[in-house]
């Protein structure tokens, strides 16, 4: 018998939720890498599909959503993800309490989503059933997976980076599902340059945002969109908080950098299988799949950076990925958007560092400006050459870190592991204080939004 689970593809903002099965599904809702942490009892029919007013309906929709996204990637990619976590499954919990947010947290080994009231609308809204909020969780998972130095990384863009390829992730899945193929079909007939829902990603979970907020904080009716112009500046030089249509340095923000330059390179994709003679969903739908399978190729050994980065040596690693894994066939697409969005002129050549060459960068933090944390030692993993100049760069980013509240201050008896690690505005914190034999040495918190 085909079992078959609650799913929405996209919101409920968006269209009603349907059903999906689920690859590779064991008898107990886990897939052999990923599991439900929550009992979910089937219907009498052996089915999981629930009205959404079953308390059982977010747990099924968040769960079929990320054992998709998981198996979807690992087909892609021809590959095993062996996660993080070490541990064999990735763990799913579908509502972990009262927030408008989710998370990926590598030391409880899994992905968290939660509920909160629309402030307009006075409706629940779960970020579990939004399959584009859960896939992008589950690309944090996966790229913390191939790529574990990024999440403990103090630079802007590794971070930056994470968060866009969970929405490249989800966008490419998105173009997978046939009814978000109708739908963006009908929007744009084919071309990705006018709106459309595949590139508005999380839209119910943007605007109950905005409600709360009180105003437009994301930019419009989504969490975040694919489809914008901005240009590469200097991360360090970026303001920690900026309006929606400007960057900022606070990663989400920043991601979209990426995020924009990427989806250009799916729209020229898309363009290139129209004039092949494909009809609209086929150039859709075959755009995704190239967009996935690019990130994949991305992330063999030897081409994405190991240690911290900046987006232009992974402009240059994803250009090489394509030439040596994809004979070059969008090489001169990806040079041409990185070039026209600043993030790799071709005044800067493409002659990479060795992304292999990774090395420790440690700092002891000394001055006013670090408050209760000067004295405190600080270190990450960078790709690329060494020089003094990486440790004045940690020193100013955790000052930067430290100012906006994003490290956890501890007590020498306080274990991290035990510590609420999320802060008062429904972030988390990028650091912690771990006390090691009366040392105190600022670590990375490995979770992320
Ligand atoms: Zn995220």
Same mark, same amino acid.
Request: negative net charge; contains cysteine; hydrophobic residues 40%.
């Given at each position: ?82 996660? =993080? ?13 009262? %927030? ?15 509920? %909160? ?7 629940? *809204? ?6 584009? *909020? ?16 990024? #999440?403990?990384?103090?630079?802007? %863009?590794?971070? =930056? ?11 490419? #899945? ?10 963006? =079909?009908?929007?744009? &007939?084919?071309? #990705? ?19 709360? @907020? ?6 419009? @009716? ?73 990130? &994949? ?19 240059? @690693? ?29 005044? @800067? ?7 292999? =060459? ?19 030692? !600080? ?9 003094? !100049? ?35 505005? &429904?972030?988390?914190?990028? &650091? ?18």
């Amino acid at each position: 018998m085909v079992i078959v689970f609650s799913h929405n593809p996209q919101d409920r903002t968006v269209f009603a939720a349907g059903t999906t099965t689920v690859a590779k599904l064991n008898s107990n809702v886990s897939t052999d890498k990923v599991w439900l942490s929550a009992r979910l009892e089937p219907n009498p029919d052996g089915h999981y599909v629930y009205a959404e007013e079953d308390d059982r309906f977010t747990a099924a929709c968040a769960f079929a959503s990320i054992a998709n996204a998981v198996a979807a990637t690992e087909e892609s990619w021809g590959e095993s993800i062996q996660w =993080a976590t070490r541990r064999e499954k990735l763990a799913v919990i579908p509502d972990a309490g009262q %927030d408008l947010n989710a998370y990926y947290m590598r030391a409880r080994g899994g992905v968290f989503f939660f509920h %909160d009231t629309d402030k307009l609308t006075g409706e629940t *809204v779960y970020s579990g059933r939004s399959s584009e *909020v859960t896939s992008h969780e589950a690309f944090h998972a996966i790229l913390d997976a191939k790529r574990p130095e990024y #999440l403990g990384s103090w630079d802007p %863009d590794p971070v =930056a980076f994470h968060e866009s390829m969970g929405d490249i992730g989800a966008l490419a #899945l998105a173009l997978q599902n046939e009814r978000v193929l109708d739908l963006v =079909a009908r929007q744009t &007939g084919g071309d #990705l340059s006018k709106p459309n829902a595949a590139a508005a990603l999380g839209e119910e979970l943007g605007l109950a945002i905005n409600h709360k @907020a009180g105003h437009n904080v994301t930019g419009g @009716a989504w969490t975040r969109n694919a489809i914008n112009n901005f240009t590469w500046v200097d991360p360090d030089t970026l303001p920690s908080e900026a309006p929606a249509d400007q960057l900022s340095s606070e990663p989400h923000s920043l991601s979209r950098l990426w995020t924009g330059a990427m989806y250009e390179v799916l729209t020229g994709i898309v363009n290139g299988n129209l004039e092949r003679g494909l009809d609209v969903k086929s150039a859709l739908r075959a755009g995704g799949e190239e967009l996935l399978k690019m990130q &994949g190729r991305l992330l063999q050994p030897g081409m994405a950076p190991e240690g911290s980065f900046r987006f232009q040596d992974m402009a240059r @690693a994803l250009i090489c990925s394509e030439n040596e894994l994809n004979g070059g066939k969008y090489s001169a697409l990806i040079a041409q958007v990185m070039e026209r969005r600043l993030i790799l002129p071709q005044s @800067a050549g493409l002659l990479a560092p060795d992304p292999g =060459a990774v090395h420790s960068v440690t700092v002891t933090l000394e001055g006013e400006q670090f408050g209760p944390f000067a004295g405190m030692e !600080v270190s990450h993993k960078v790709s690329g050459d060494r020089g003094s !100049v990486l440790e004045n760069r940690l020193a100013q980013n955790l000052a930067r870190l430290i100012a906006n509240g994003e490290i956890l201050l501890t007590l020498p008896n306080q274990d991290p592991s035990r510590l609420n690690l999320i802060k008062a505005d &429904g972030e988390p914190y990028r &650091g912690v204080v771990r006390w090691t034999g009366g040392k105190p040495v600022i670590e990375p918190t490995y979770v992320i939004g």
